[in-house]
């Protein structure tokens, strides 16, 4: 049962964090995105990196995003 536990934190973990990627490119491209929800994804990563370990290719991006230090577009 444990193993079940673990995969399904596991996927529900990719899936957030593929969201937040989406919305991440979606910000960067000029449209517009919900930061509240982006901050709420990013808390759910955050904690899953702390509590189980799990390791993110890019963490910096949606940090930066969330907390107003990119602006919207700077892709263009």
Known sequence: MKT?????KRTEFD?????LMGRCKQF???Q???LEEMGKMLDLV???REQYGYQVPEFE???LIVHGKIERGDLK
């Open 4 to 8: 079940m536990t673990k995969v399904c």
């Open 15 to 19: 899936n957030v964090y593929s969201k």
């Open 28 to 30: 960067m491209s000029g």
């Open 32 to 34: 517009e995105v919900d």
């Open 46 to 48: 955050g904690r899953y």
């Open 61 to 63: 991006l949606p940090y």
